[in-house]
C-alpha cells in the first residue's frame, strides 16, 4: 500500500492537471440514488449530490477511473465539460464550437454522439447529434483542414449531449457500454435481473455482509454473484475489458493500473455462506458457469432444488434471503398459488430470516399472507415493481425481540 501511495504522488509531480478536480456525474435507476451516493462517499468523492436517477460528485481524473472500476450501482459515468443556453439550432452550434474539442478528441481518433432532447424547440434527438456533429467537424476542417470519423460501433471519444428545455449540457461518456455489464455472466436465463440492480438490492437490504445469504430462485446466478462479490470488497467490474476513458487521448494506463492493484488490495475474508439454488436444471448449470467465470465458485454454495418446501441450513439462526421470483409476463398462471407458497415456506423453513422479494405485480404480494416490513419502490427494466422485506421471527414476534434485547 504504502508504495502505490508513493506511485501515486510521484504521477501527481509529473502530471498535475490529471489530479486537477472535475465535476462528474453517475446515473443509476430510480430508487437507487442514495445508495449510489453512500457508495461515493465511502469511495472518496467530494460535493456528493443527489439527483433524479443520478449522483453529482467531485473528485480527480484517477477517482473517474476508480469510480468506473468500484461502483456497483452507477450506469455509467459522465463528465460534463460545458453548459449552455440554447434556443435554437445556430445557438447549439455556436456552443459547441466554443468547445476547444482538440483537447479531447485527435484527428486520428473517432467519435459518436448520443443526445436527448426534453424541448419545445428541439424534438428531435437524432437532428441534435447531426447538429453537434456539424459543429465539430467544422471546427477541425478550419483549423486542420481535416476532420476526425465517426464511429458507431466502438468509438474512441462518447459524447453526450442533453437538452433541457432551454439548458444543454455536453458531457464525455468516460463507461462506454453500461457498467452492469460487468464482464462475469457469459450465459442468461430468461428476464435476467440487472446486475446494478441486483447489487442495490443488496445494499438496500439489512444484510450484514457477513451472515449467512440465500437466493433460492437464483436463475443465473446473478444475485448471487453480486453478494459474493460485496461480501468479499471484490471491485464491482474488475472482470471489465474496457472502459470509455481507456481510449481518451489523456488516459494514464499506469494510473490506472495502480488504482486496480489498489482496490484489489481491499479484498477482505467473509465469515457467513453464499448460497443459491433453482429447481431446473438449466438455470443451476448456467449459474454453475457464470460464477466459475467469475472465480467466485470457491465463495458461493448451489445446489438444484425446489425452494417449495425447503428449510434454511441446519446450523444457521440468522440470515438474509433476497430473490427474483417469476412475475408479470413470466408467471401469469398460478399466481395466487405460487406466491401463497412462497409466504408458506419463508414463514415455516426460514424462521429468524429476513427475506426480501421483487416483484412487478402488486396482486401477488396480497397472497403471500406474511406482514411486510418495509416496501421500497424500483423498476425492473421498463416494469415498475416492489422490493419488499419480510422478518420472519423465531417463535413470536415479541418473544424475538426480547431474546434480541438480551443478547
Known amino acids: 500500500m504504502e508504495e502505490q501511495n508513493k506511485e501515486l504522488e510521484e504521477k501527481k509531480e509529473k502530471n498535475p492537471k490529471g489530479f486537477e478536480s472535475h465535476e462528474f456525474v453517475a446515473k443509476t435507476f430510480y430508487g437507487l440514488e442514495e445508495v449510489l451516493a453512500k457508495e461515493l462517499l465511502q469511495l472518496g468523492a467530494r460535493d456528493i449530490q443527489e439527483l433524479n436517477r443520478a449522483v453529482k460528485f467531485s473528485g480527480d481524473m484517477g477517482f473517474l477511473y476508480k469510480a468506473n472500476l468500484c461502483l456497483r450501482t452507477a450506469l455509467r459515468i459522465l463528465m460534463p465539460i460545458r453548459t449552455f443556453k440554447v434556443r435554437n439550432e445556430q445557438q447549439l452550434y455556436d456552443g459547441i464550437q466554443k468547445i ?62 442533453h437538452i433541457s428545455d432551454m439548458d444543454c449540457t455536453v458531457s464525455l461518456d468516460s463507461s462506454g457500454e453500461s457498467l452492469h455489464k460487468r464482464g462475469y455472466r457469459i450465459e442468461t436465463n430468461n428476464a435476467p435481473i440487472n446486475e446494478v440492480l441486483a447489487a442495490g438490492m443488496i445494499l438496500l437490504s439489512d444484510w450484514d455482509q457477513n451472515s449467512d445469504f440465500i437466493d433460492p430462485m437464483c436463475g443465473s446466478g446473478t444475485i448471487i454473484s453480486e453478494a459474493a462479490m460485496i461480501a468479499r470488497g ?125 416483484t412487478s405485480s402488486m396482486e401477488a404480494l396480497k397472497f403471500v399472507g406474511l406482514r411486510t416490513s418495509r416496501k421500497i419502490k424500483l423498476f425492473n427494466g421498463p416494469l415498475e415493481c416492489r422490493y419488499v422485506n419480510y422478518q420472519l421471527y423465531d417463535g413470536s414476534k415479541k418473544a424475538s425481540k426480547n431474546t434480541e434485547s438480551e443478547a
Do not use: C
Open 100 to 161: 476547444n474539442w482538440s483537447e479531447y478528441l485527435g484527428l486520428d481518433k473517432t467519435f459518436v454522439i448520443n443526445a436527448t432532447a426534453n424541448s419545445d424547440n428541439f424534438t428531435h434527438s437524432h437532428y441534435v447529434s447531426l447538429k453537434v456533429k456539424d459543429a465539430i467537424v467544422d471546427q477541425f476542417r478550419e483549423r486542420f483542414g481535416k476532420r476526425p470519423s465517426i464511429d458507431k460501433e466502438r468509438p474512441d471519444l462518447r459524447i453526450q449531449v
Open 234 to 358: 471484490i471491485p464491482a467490474n474488475i472482470h471489465r475489458k474496457e472502459f470509455a476513458f481507456q481510449r481518451w487521448i489523456d488516459y494514464d494506463e499506469d494510473l490506472f493500473d495502480v488504482i486496480v492493484d489498489s482496490s484489489l488490495n481491499k479484498e477482505r475474508g467473509f465469515d457467513g455462506r453464499i448460497m443459491g439454488s433453482d429447481r431446473a436444471f438449466s438455470a443451476f448449470k448456467k449459474t454453475e458457469r457464470n460464477i466459475k467465470h467469475a472465480l467466485l465458485e470457491d465463495f458461493i454454495q448451489i445446489e438444484k432444488k425446489d425452494f417449495f418446501g425447503s428449510t434454511k441450513p441446519a446450523d444457521s439462526k440468522r440470515g438474509v434471503l433476497i430473490f427474483n421470483p417469476p412475475y408479470g409476463e413470466r408467471q401469469e398462471k398460478d399466481l395466487e398459488e405460487f406466491y401463497k407458497n412462497i409466504g408458506d415456506t419463508l414463514k415455516h423453513g426460514y424462521q429468524g430470516y429476513s427475506a426480501w422479494i421483487i
